[in-house]
């Protein structure tokens, strides 16, 4: 089945700065791949998401970029605030109708 | 936007107690729910995927007899620990997804399940 790997495990950074969350998936069936902040005692929140079919996708601070080749994706966030600190997971779907898989997630500490 | 709704939000009760959860899509049809557990500080692992008049598929080490999933309709799934002890102590979190390609799971509010 689906493996995802997630690093870092935690990060922190200045306001300002920016920080970048890597995964790596296993299956090359693997066609979307979404990230998630989670509150604490929260549900997770979809923040953004790309599909197999683009290498990069934007909203605002917020980016996601896909190697299909390489089998990673990356979330950059940009002119982080502290309102941006939380955990984040990114996950993998194989085909439509399957569960997404989760990375152990990181915790993102923005300090002011 | 899909809403699910997951109830109850937080039970406490006592070892040997079988505790039901419930988890349902409010304004769509859901033919697929999955069940997640998280415990504090990891990940959301995947318990099961439950399809509307089937039986559920659970995960490599997810006792099925202990866990027991009903997916009765297109909008309501239930979770039900049977005979919960402290180490069934955890946060359960359900999704639901419609029919259909490049659909998104949506999340409910999640159980936090407290065993004494």
């Known amino acids: 089945g689906e493996n995802v790997e997630q690093h870092p495990s935690t990060l922190s950074v200045q306001e300002g700065d920016s920080a970048v969350i890597k995964c790596t998936y296993s299956d090359s069936a693997s066609n979307y791949f979404p990230w998630y902040k989670q509150e604490l005692g929260k549900r997770p929140q979809l923040i953004i998401d790309i599909r197999s079919n683009v290498g990069e996708k934007k909203d605002q601070r917020i980016a996601v970029t896909l190697n299909k080749t390489a089998k990673h994706f990356s979330l950059h966030i940009t002119e982080t605030q502290p309102e941006d600190s939380a955990v984040y997971f990114c996950a993998a779907r194989n085909q439509a109708g399957t569960a997404l898989i989760f990375g152990k997630g990181t915790t993102l500490s923005v300090s002011s | 936007g899909a809403v699910v709704s997951q109830h109850p939000s937080w039970v406490i009760c006592k070892s040997g107690t079988s505790v039901k959860i419930e988890c349902r899509s409010l304004?769509?049809?859901?033919?697929?729910m999955f069940w997640y557990r998280q415990f504090p500080k990891q990940s959301l692992m995947l318990m099961a995927t439950?399809?509307?008049?089937?039986?559920?598929?659970?995960e490599q080490g997810v006792e099925k007899d202990k866990f027991l999933i009903n997916h009765a309709s297109l909008t309501l799934s239930t979770l039900t620990v049977t005979s919960a002890h402290p180490e069934d102590s955890s946060f359960y979190i359900c999704?639901?997804?419609?029919?259909?390609?490049?659909?998104?799971?949506?999340f409910g509010d999640g159980t936090r399940l407290s065993i004494l």
């Open positions: 439950s399809n509307e008049g089937s039986k559920a598929t659970y």
């Open positions: 999704s639901a997804m419609q029919q259909g390609p490049n659909q998104p799971q949506h």
């Open positions: 304004d769509f049809q859901a033919t697929t």
